[in-house]
């Protein structure tokens, strides 16, 4: 590193600059976005200077959205609470059913064991269009519509399969022998899986949840023909900014950065469990 | 009671067989060596004991018990792996006391025994750091420590020695054989090095192509080796072979090497006739530079001083290459040339070419 040059430095930072600003300014301009009126948004040029105001995340919070043709209900806050607790529950479902079946199949041999985890990756290459006409019609026959149940389980065909295969990975890169020994050690097959596999998986097991929660948390099409307002998340809540009297810009980016919020959260709490490189160390290589 | 026996024990992964009807046994307190070429199955054998894979064919008994299909953690063995395999996540204190936890022992018993056996091995200092902060030697002490803690009556070491430096590793040689005793364990010690398993062995398992070849004696085994195979593996520098046919003579069976014609003891007079592999030890050649009876011509080609000894390369009349060690004198530097070889006739080990095993001698 320290031969790096002054000019290299440099050149490096302006490109790292660049990038970052591509990336983030969208962000940053819905960021500003948030705190205009629908008026400032749309007046010719468009200008940084503005007077700020937080008449959008007022209109969010309190769910009565003003518009030239009146007063108008809308359900954000309710929406945002269905998202947490549709894309937290998915999760928490598929990790307890994905990490035991993803080290099952890292770790034993069985008939027809790569058929099953194939068929379960097949999921992510069906498009949900495409399921979702008879998933409609089953779940109407089973009372399923309209349900937090219902929507749990059809985002499981989002989570589960992520979850499976990343995790299988790591569960592979573990040396069976670190397992063995602990067994030989005196230890039972279950305590083993916990004490040692899932220790030992758990920067992949964040990443795979982490992954798997922000999917949940971006669907829009499965909650949008399952479930009606009461039931749905941020994504389909969103489309109630598209009102008679116009769109409403000033909500639609303040609804942007307060549903931004948690998965960011999530994200930034998470980093420290994926860059964790547990696995150092631990046999000779 | 053997502490430990296996009876005709098979092993297969998919289609080649690894160890063919293996039976083995070792009494209390007695530490085997199990040697042999990698890839003969000595890692596999040591993994069926322990309960990590599962044999095919055959039982196997700790202490009279049949635990062939008892799970690992109910067999009450100890074992080192060869790759250490420590708990990434855990510190050195928590890898050695794992072997002591699930045997619900209190807190204050576990910090004892561990630090007992910590200081024993001389990895007292480094108990709180993680595996990764060790260096290999105490990685591997490490190991040794977690094997060893919890007094387990079958000790497995799986080649404990291979990973580490040749440093460390003459001096856990010298080491081991102590601590061994001291635990009173039966031990099986895997090993592809015949000068560990001759220095840690009571006896040697010598496994070669999925069988046992040999259980001996160290010293037995490297004088009076059962098969070819056995005798290839022992030594350095290895023995040499010559393919020979004992004739019948007024004076006992006679071997030609080079043209010469040399004297057998009688007691291989049963050899005559046999297609043979005639061996002999490095050491039992002496090189000299006048004839006498009983010598061959050779051409000693180069000399080679090793530390304690110089090893000499020979060229038979007929083209064969032989290799001879000697003791180093203080005596002037081999001349290369012509010289007159001659071995110990009974040093000799004859071989019947056909089925690779050993002639013994017979008295008359």
């Known amino acids: ?285 | 009671m053997a502490a430990l026996e296996l009876r005709s024990v098979s092993k297969a992964f998919k289609a080649s067989k690894v160890l063919d009807s293996v039976s083995l046994a070792a009494e209390e307190g007695e530490i085997v060596c199990v040697f042999g070429p990698s890839g003969s199955g000595k890692t596999v054998l040591l993994r069926l004991i322990a309960g990590v894979e599962q044999a095919d064919e055959g039982s196997i008994m700790l202490e009279g018990r049949d635990v062939t299909d008892t799970a690992p953690e109910a067999r009450g063995v100890g074992m080192a792996f060869q790759n250490f395999a420590l708990f990434p996540h855990m510190s050195a204190f928590d890898n050695v006391a794992s072997a002591l936890t699930a045997r619900r022992a209190s807190p204050e018993a576990i910090r004892g025994k561990v630090e007992k056996i910590a200081r024993l091995l001389k990895i007292g200092h480094v108990l709180e750091h993680a595996p990764r902060e060790l260096s290999n030697g105490q990685k591997q002490r490490t190991a040794l420590a977690r094997a060893l803690v919890a007094d387990p009556k079958i000790l497995l070491l799986d080649d404990p020695l291979r990973n580490v430096d040749a440093k460390l590793r003459y001096e856990m040689r010298l080491e081991l054989p102590a601590l061994l005793r001291t635990s009173g364990s039966t031990v099986l010690y895997v090993t592809q090095d015949y000068k560990e398993a001759m220095a840690l062995g009571d006896r040697i398992a010598v496994l070669l192509d999925g069988g046992v070849a040999q259980v001996a004696k160290p010293a037995d085994i490297y004088r009076e080796p059962a098969t070819l195979g056995v005798a290839r593996l022992f030594g350095d520098p290895a023995i040499n072979l010559v393919p020979v046919q004992p004739l019948a003579s007024p004076s006992g069976p006679k071997i030609g090497i080079g043209g010469a014609s040399l004297s057998l003891p009688a007691s291989y007079a049963h050899a005559i006739g046999k297609r043979c592999m005639l061996g002999l030890r490095p050491e039992s050649l002496a090189v000299e530079a006048q004839p006498s009876q009983e010598s061959f011509d050779v051409d000693l080609v180069a000399a080679t001083p090793l530390n304690e000894k110089t090893l000499l390369l020979l060229r038979t009349a007929d083209g064969r290459e032989l290799l001879a060690s000697e003791p180093n004198a203080d005596e002037a530097p081999r001349r290369h040339g012509p010289a007159f070889a001659r071995f110990d006739a009974n040093a000799v080990l004859l071989f019947d070419a056909a089925n690779g095993r050993r002639i013994a001698p017979q008295s008359a």
Not at chain 1, 45 to 74: C, E, M, Q, R
Not at chain 1, 104 to 121: C, M, N, Q
């Open chain 1, 1 to 285: 590193m320290e031969s790096t040059s002054f000019i290299e430095r440099i050149l490096r930072g302006a490109a790292l600059s660049l990038i970052v600003i591509f990336f983030l300014f969208p962000i940053f301009w819905i960021l500003l976005m948030s705190f205009q009126t629908n008026e400032e948004i749309l007046r010719i040029p468009p200008s940084l200077f503005f007077t700020p105001t937080l008449s959008n995340y007022a209109a969010l919070i309190t769910g009565k959205l003003a518009t030239v043709s009146g007063t108008l209900d809308i359900a954000f806050m309710k929406n945002l609470w269905n998202s947490v607790l549709l894309s937290t529950a998915s999760v928490a479902i598929a990790l307890a059913l994905g990490v035991p079946a993803a080290y099952a199949f890292a770790r034993f041999k069985f008939r027809l064991g790569e058929d099953i985890a194939f068929t379960l990756l097949s999921f992510r290459f069906a498009p949900p269009l495409l399921v979702l006409l008879p998933l409609s019609l089953y779940f109407q026959a089973l009372g399923l519509t309209d349900t937090y149940v219902g929507l749990i389980w059809v985002y499981q065909l989002i989570a589960l399969p992520l979850i499976l295969w990343i995790v299988r990975g790591y569960f592979e890169d573990i040396s069976p022998d670190i397992e063995h020994a602990y067994r030989v050690a005196g230890h039972s097959w279950g305590r083993t899986f916990l004490r040692i596999a899932i220790p030992l998986a758990r920067p992949g097991i964040a990443a795979a949840g982490l992954l798997a929660f922000i999917f949940c948390w971006n669907n829009f099409v499965f909650a949008l023909i399952l479930a009606s307002a009461d039931k749905q998340p941020v994504t389909v809540g969103a489309l109630a900014f598209v009102t008679a009297s116009g769109i409403q810009y000033g909500q639609i980016a303040a609804a942007i950065v307060l549903s931004v919020t948690p998965t960011l959260a999530l994200a930034l709490y998470a980093q420290r469990y994926l860059v964790e490189g547990l696995s150092l160390g631990a046999v000779k290589g």
